[in-house]
């Protein structure tokens, strides 16, 4: 069964950094995009940033534009998520998300089984 297990996370100050990891196992095939999504209280799970196994890169959303930067090392099947200059409003629960296709999606293209386990990031002033 497909395993994606979570890293990092925390609480920082406004301006801080922080990085996440993701690692995926026993996935059987070898081209799948992988994204970070996050869900903050009362509100939606929002994506932020994906990326295909070529390097490709979606993001959804501009409030990160500048200050999060998504990579990924697939000779190690590990996401990251480098967060920079952290703002209060990054506070979620952060979920990395594999897709079943080369393809960047919405988070209700993942299917239960392929969502990590969340990590919380609180970002304080």
């Known amino acids: 069964q497909v395993k994606v297990v979570q890293s990092g996370g925390g609480q920082v100050q406004a301006g801080g950094s922080l990085k996440l990891s993701c690692t995926t196992f026993r996935v059987t095939y070898t081209d799948y995009a992988m994204g970070w999504f996050r869900q903050a209280p009362g509100k939606e799970r929002e994506g932020v940033l994906c990326?295909?196994?070529?390097?490709?890169?979606?993001e959804y959303t501009d409030s990160v534009k500048g200050r999060f930067t998504i990579s990924r090392d697939n000779a190690k099947k590990t996401l990251y998520l480098q967060m920079n200059n952290t703002e209060p409003g990054d506070t979620a629960m952060y979920y990395c998300?594999?897709?079943?296709?080369?393809?960047?999606?919405?988070?209700?293209?993942?299917?239960?089984?392929?969502w990590g386990q969340g990590t919380q990031v609180t970002v304080f002033s």
């Open positions: 990326i295909t196994s070529q390097g490709g890169i979606t």
């Open positions: 998300a594999l897709f079943l296709y080369d393809v960047c999606r919405g988070a209700g293209a993942v299917r239960g089984p392929y």
